[in-house]
């Protein structure tokens, strides 16, 4: 009897500590769910701005206009006086997009986009009097939106990091150094995104191979519903124009149809990438495709990002001097918007005549002293783009920067060897050095 009585004594001892530890248990989910604070909607912009404030200046504040959304944590603006003003987020650090992409980058990016592309106004803040840059000539910004007229302003910086698309950083920081560490600390206890989530959309696997006219006939037909969209991809193709701002053009032949394929590129570690900086140059390069919004074309980038052999920067060198397909292009031929194939592909525009020229003037931008060529071939006409020309023998016009001046095809009569590319829905070329200019 003693036996059944001690027995039942140590069931419900059990029973009264299972009860015990299940309500801990609720009340440590409560109290959980209670240190869930929205940071964002409690951070309030506290100083006043105006139409005589100004970023650059001892406020430090100023409301300003988009210029162009470039990926989750940088942005350009214009300030009132139309001046770009190239910008980073201070306190975050999202995930890349634009050389390379990473897990969340695009996501963050398209979060940043979204938001300074539908709000009602942007004001941009420094740490504390006139604005400072970091290396790369970026201004340091806390940037505020408002969705509508009367709502509370919103801190951009903060919210990518409560909700999970950046990591935080205060080193430095003066303000909301405090919020932006508690918001990153409640981030990774949910184990938000870049905190321990998946990414649905990067791609984990290896890199597809196939060949560039699978890749670029896809993209056109299908765009964003292509299986190579935001996928990882490895061909083979010859370097046939680059830039110093990283942009690459690769061209490759059909062998069955003749045609010539092309896709652009981008790095930011344009000048030290190896083969690639070398036109004519055979390679087999990897690459994630990827959305150029500003150019509204489909681009490769992260181009080291998977090791394809022990040769320099992980790009195979298959040839040097290849010889490439340069076929001479005709007005009509430029102008058909049917023809997609031709995107991207290095052309020849014979004894273009120029009738007026433009020089980009606007301050901040990186295409200031780019000139825009428009002249005739055969009554019809065509337009030619420069990148910024620079001087490298001292034989052209040249300002004291050294950048070629639009006074030297001003008249003229040339021949322009260039990339095909598009511009507002019409097709271009893109001239990448006066070493592709004949003057007659």
Same mark, same amino acid.
């Given at each position: 009897?003693?036996?059944?009585?001690?027995?039942?004594?140590?069931?419900?001892?059990?029973?009264?500590?299972i009860?015990?530890?299940?309500?801990?248990?609720?009340?440590?989910?409560?109290?959980?769910?209670?240190?869930?604070?929205?940071?964002?909607?409690?951070?309030?912009?506290?100083?006043?701005?105006s139409?005589?404030?100004?970023?650059?200046?001892?406020?430090?504040?100023?409301?300003?206009?988009?210029?162009?959304?470039?990926?989750?944590?940088?942005?350009?603006?214009?300030?009132?006086?139309?001046?770009?003003?190239?910008?980073?987020?201070?306190?975050?650090?999202?995930?890349?997009?634009?050389?390379?992409?990473?897990?969340?980058?695009?996501?963050?990016?398209?979060?940043?986009?979204?938001?300074?592309?539908?709000?009602?106004?942007?004001?941009?803040?420094?740490?504390?009097?006139?604005?400072?840059?970091?290396n790369?000539g970026?201004?340091?910004?806390?940037?505020?939106?408002?969705?509508?007229?009367?709502?509370?302003?919103?801190?951009?910086?903060?919210?990518?990091?409560?909700?999970?698309?950046?990591?935080?950083?205060?080193?430095?920081?003066?303000?909301?150094? #405090?919020?932006?560490?508690?918001?990153?600390?409640?981030?990774?206890?949910?184990?938000?995104?870049?905190?321990?989530?998946?990414?649905?959309?990067?791609?984990?696997?290896?890199?597809?191979?196939?060949?560039?006219?699978?890749?670029?006939?896809?993209?056109?037909?299908?765009?964003?519903?292509?299986?190579?969209?935001?996928?990882?991809?490895?061909?083979?193709?010859?370097?046939?124009?680059?830039?110093?701002?990283?942009?690459?053009?690769?061209?490759?032949?059909?062998?069955?149809?003749?045609?010539?394929?092309?896709?652009?590129?981008?790095?930011?570690q344009?000048?030290?990438?190896?083969?690639? #900086?070398?036109?004519?140059?055979?390679?087999?390069?990897?690459?994630?495709?990827?959305?150029?919004?500003?150019?509204?074309?489909?681009?490769?980038?992260?181009?080291v990002?998977?090791?394809?052999?022990?040769?320099?920067?992980?790009?195979?060198?298959?040839?040097?001097?290849?010889?490439?397909d340069?076929?001479?292009?005709?007005?009509?031929?430029?102008?058909?918007?049917?023809?997609?194939?031709?995107?991207?592909?290095?052309?020849?525009?014979?004894?273009?005549v120029?009738?007026?020229?433009?020089?980009?003037?606007?301050?901040?931008?990186?295409?200031?002293?780019?000139?825009?060529?428009?002249?005739?071939?055969?009554?019809?006409?065509?337009?030619?783009?420069?990148i910024?020309?620079?001087?490298?023998?001292?034989?052209y016009?040249?300002?004291?920067?050294?950048?070629?001046l639009e006074?030297?095809?001003?008249?003229?009569?040339?021949?322009?060897?260039?990339?095909?590319?598009?511009?507002?829905?019409?097709?271009?070329?893109?001239?990448?050095?006066?070493?592709?200019?004949?003057?007659?």
């Amino acid at each position: 009897m003693n036996m059944v009585i001690k027995n039942k004594s140590k069931i419900l001892v059990l029973f009264i500590i299972i009860l015990s530890l299940l309500f801990i248990s609720s009340c440590d989910e409560k109290e959980k769910e209670e240190e869930i604070i929205d940071y964002v909607a409690t951070t309030k912009l506290e100083q006043s701005f105006s139409s005589s404030t100004s970023f650059l200046g001892a406020d430090g504040i100023e409301e300003v206009t988009l210029y162009q959304a470039v990926d989750g944590d940088t942005i350009h603006v214009l300030d009132k006086t139309g001046t770009i003003l190239k910008l980073r987020f201070l306190g975050v650090d999202t995930p890349e997009s634009t050389s390379r992409v990473e897990p969340w980058g695009m996501a963050a990016s398209k979060f940043t986009k979204n938001i300074v592309k539908t709000c009602n106004k942007i004001v941009i803040q420094s740490e504390g009097g006139p604005a400072t840059t970091d290396n790369y000539g970026r201004y340091l910004t806390w940037v505020w939106y408002q969705t509508e007229e009367g709502a509370d302003f919103r801190l951009l910086n903060l919210e990518l990091v409560q909700n999970g698309y950046s990591f935080g950083k205060s080193d430095g920081l003066v303000r909301y150094k #405090d919020v932006i560490i508690d918001a990153a600390a409640l981030a990774r206890n949910q184990g938000l995104k870049v905190f321990g989530e998946t990414d649905p959309d990067y791609c984990y696997n290896e890199a597809i191979e196939l060949s560039l006219k699978e890749l670029r006939t896809n993209l056109d037909e299908f765009g964003n519903e292509s299986e190579y969209y935001n996928k990882k991809v490895i061909f083979e193709a010859t370097v046939v124009g680059l830039d110093r701002n990283g942009t690459y053009y690769f061209n490759d032949t059909d062998l069955e149809t003749g045609i010539v394929y092309g896709i652009q590129a981008y790095s930011n570690q344009a000048g030290t990438t190896g083969y690639l #900086d070398e036109i004519g140059n055979r390679v087999k390069i990897s690459g994630t495709v990827v959305y150029y919004e500003t150019g509204g074309v489909y681009q490769l980038t992260s181009l080291v990002d998977r090791v394809i052999s022990s040769n320099k920067n992980n790009i195979k060198l298959i040839q040097k001097n290849y010889e490439y397909d340069l076929n001479d292009i005709t007005p009509d031929e430029l102008a058909d918007k049917t023809d997609n194939n031709k995107l991207f592909t290095i052309v020849k525009i014979n004894n273009l005549v120029v009738k007026s020229t433009y020089t980009t003037k606007t301050e901040g931008s990186s295409s200031k002293g780019a000139i825009t060529i428009t002249g005739l071939v055969d009554n019809k006409t065509v337009t030619v783009r420069t990148i910024v020309l620079y001087d490298r023998e001292g034989i052209y016009l040249v300002d004291s920067n050294k950048i070629v001046l639009e006074s030297n095809f001003t008249d003229k009569t040339i021949d322009v060897v260039g990339i095909v590319e598009l511009y507002e829905d019409n097709y271009q070329i893109k001239l990448l050095s006066m070493d592709n200019v004949t003057f007659h």
